[in-house]
């Protein structure tokens, strides 16, 4: 791992590449898998990380100044307010994040990608790049990842740099000699979910760990940070020698492939199910893991918490009498008793569903994958409908942009959490098929509700949208 990627400061991101050039640098390590040392991998690279949730500033010295500055003003009679964001000022917003490729490998022809945040700092991450293949030396696989952090953006922070190197790893223990071709999606399917499980085991291990060790308070603090936070994780790996895609889903991110019908219409296919307390296979699963805890799901909701499925979080996976010694000592998250009962930990998971299926190489397709910030406000048809309608779209219309209509002064009043998309809203103006989609789930073109949605920081902003982040990957498109 880089070193000016582990020491990079709590609020400062990686960088986002906006031209159309192939990668040049991905966003994991390269290098050999995890091994016996996970913990030791894992504590490096959260120490490295830094600070828990305190921002970093960098001190130059530039001289001293003797003379301070001088304070002269008068009261205003009136306060004037800035006006809000213009257009222009909405598109920079939206795809300021942005970035776009085009690889030309085994179909792929493009994919884009953007992020708005609404956390400060944001809490989610993604992956996107390719990676060597796991069973044949010299050729590459491709993958895209988004990753939904929540209480905190160090989990999803920690797996933007080791989920990719523990699921490569993983997979190349399951290899039959030299024809890869041999293994199953089965196999493939395991070895994902026990990747994703490991990781989760080595996370929450070195919180422990290093909580019990004689590192300073400081050290022992960042190292437990991803353990307090949590995150959902969604990543699609592909290989293009056989034109197999696999989708691996720990939470309630969605992967959505849209694909033409018989009939010519752009069709919507879940490639995962939103792991949730509203799932009644995961309020199966947990009955049976937890019988005569009728108490665990209440509202949709797991103890409390949104999703059935996530990296960390350890106050829904630790003993309670471990929680309160490192609440006392370190400050940790609060305990989730006695407001709710926890009887039997864990009760959340890190395991995956895994989804593999071949991508027709005659048949024109795309992939979208996005964290619940973009699936709160419009469905999998939606977006693959709006998406279907960008690529209709010639980039010279789209420069254009598309007549607004007039609306009526716009308010809060009758808004929900969950503003779902109207139609007749629907704009195509942007480069970006992903910026497309964002724009689209807030306001589309009514500049009134897409301004205001984006005006709000943190932590009101949180009332009106969350953290978005969205990629849309191309399989034989012509013209992409």
Same mark, same amino acid.
């Given at each position: ?7 990079? $400061? ?13 990668p ?7 290098? @050999?898998? !995890?091994?016996?040392?996970?913990v ?35 009261? @205003? ?11 222009e ?27 708005v945040?609404?956390n ?15 069973w ?15 209480a ?12 990719? !190197? ?39 291990k ?20 991803p353990?307090?936070a ?20 720990t ?16 069709? @919507?296919? !879940? ?85 593999? $299926? ?47 209509p007039k ?5 809060f009043?009758?808004?929900?959490w969950?503003e ?8 195509v103006?942007?480069?970006?098929? @992903? ?13 009134? $509700? ?9 932590p ?8 978005i ?12």
């Open positions: 791992m880089s070193a000016r990627l582990s020491l990079r $400061m709590a609020h400062v991101r990686v960088a986002r590449v906006t031209t159309l050039q192939p040049t640098r991905s966003f994991y390590s390269t290098k @050999a898998g !995890p091994s016996v040392s996970n030791a991998r894992v504590a490096k690279y959260i120490a490295g990380a830094g600070v828990v949730s305190v921002p970093v500033f960098w001190y130059f010295e530039t001289g001293r100044n003797d003379t301070p500055p001088h304070l002269d003003g008068t009261p @205003a009679e009136q306060f004037i307010a800035n006006r809000g964001s213009s257009r000022e909405v598109t920079r917003m939206i795809s300021k994040e942005g970035y776009s490729y085009q690889p030309g490998i085994g179909g792929v022809n493009r994919y884009d990608g953007t992020q945040a609404s400060s700092p944001c809490e989610d991450r993604y992956i996107h790049g390719t990676f060597p293949s796991p044949k030396e010299g050729s590459k696989w491709m993958a895209w990842g988004v990753l939904d952090g929540h905190g953006w160090q989990a999803a922070d920690l797996l933007q740099q080791q989920l990719l !190197p523990f699921v490569r790893h993983g997979l190349s223990q399951v290899k039959s000699g030299s024809d890869q071709e041999g293994v199953s999606d089965d196999r493939v399917g395991d070895a994902i979910k026990g990747a994703f499980v490991k990781l989760d085991d080595t996370i929450l070195t919180a422990v760990d290093v909580s019990q060790g004689n590192g300073s308070l400081q050290d022992k603090l960042a190292n437990m940070a353990a307090f949590g995150s959902c994780a969604l990543l699609s790996i592909y290989d293009p020698t056989t034109y197999k895609l696999h989708v691996a889903c939470g309630d991110s969605r992967a959505v492939l849209g694909q033409r019908n018989n009939e010519g219409k752009w069709e @919507a296919i !879940p490639l995962s199910v939103d792991q949730t307390g509203d799932n009644a296979e995961e309020i199966a699963r947990l009955k049976k893991e937890h019988p005569g805890e009728e108490e665990i799901i209440a509202g949709g909701r797991v103890l409390g918490i949104m999703v059935s499925r996530a990296f960390g979080d350890s106050r829904w996976k630790w003993p309670v009498d471990l929680q309160k010694e490192l609440k006392k000592k370190f400050g940790g998250p609060s305990i989730l008793t006695p407001r709710y009962k926890v009887l039997t930990p864990p009760y959340l998971t890190a395991e995956p569903a895994v989804t593999s $299926m071949n991508i027709d190489p005659g048949k024109p397709s795309f992939l979208i994958m996005a964290t619940d910030g973009l699936w709160d406000n419009m469905s999998s048809q939606q977006a693959v409908d709006l998406v279907a309608k960008w690529l209709d779209t010639p980039a010279t219309i789209r420069k254009v942009g598309n007549a607004e609306y009526e002064p716009y308010d009043s009758d808004f929900e969950k779902k998309f109207v139609e007749g809203r629907t704009t103006q942007d480069d970006n098929a @992903a910026v497309h989609l964002v724009r689209n789930s807030l306001g589309g073109n009514h500049h009134e $509700m897409l301004a205001g949605r984006l005006t709000y920081g943190t009101f902003s949180r009332n009106i949208r969350d953290d982040t969205v990629q849309v990957v191309f399989f034989n498109v012509p013209g992409q």
